[in-house]
Nanobody, 120 residues
Framework: QVQLVESGGGLVQAGGSLRLSCVAS????????MGWYRQAPGKQREFVAR???????NYADSVKGRFTISRDNAKNTVFLQMNSLKPEDTANYYC??????????????WGQGTQVTVSS
């Protein structure tokens, strides 16, 4: 059983910062890519940022220059540092990761989400 648990969401004023964390636990061989997605009310889930096991990153255009994704492979944790937050960043933020297993194919998992609310 594999689990992803996010934390760090909350209410912040526009221009403020938050740091999200997502810890992976369970039985797996290793983790490939890890990433963050978000879903605002009435909208589809959208990509925010992603990082490979080697540290290569990519971002949605809407967050480039404001958000930074990083990971601690030793702790199976991915972070999302969010600066200069805007009201349009308000959403439920989900962690996603692809796990490798010794006896089966790689598989992606989602966390339960953490709410980020940015007030104007």
């Amino acid at each position: 059983q594999v689990q992803l648990v996010e934390s760090g969401g909350g209410l912040v004023q526009a221009g403020g910062s938050l740091r999200l964390s997502c810890v992976a636990s369970g039985s797996f061989f290793s983790i490939n890519d890890m990433g963050w997605y978000r879903q605002a009310p009435g909208k589809q889930r959208e990509f925010v940022a992603r990082i490979t096991s080697g540290g290569l990153t990519n971002y949605a255009d809407s967050v480039k220059g404001r958000f930074t994704i990083s990971r601690d492979n030793a702790k199976n944790t991915v972070f999302l540092q969010m600066n200069s937050l805007k009201p349009e960043d308000t959403a439920n933020y989900y962690c996603n990761a692809e796990f490798r297993f010794l006896s089966s194919f790689p598989r992606g998992y989602w966390g339960q989400g953490t709410q980020v609310t940015v007030s104007s």
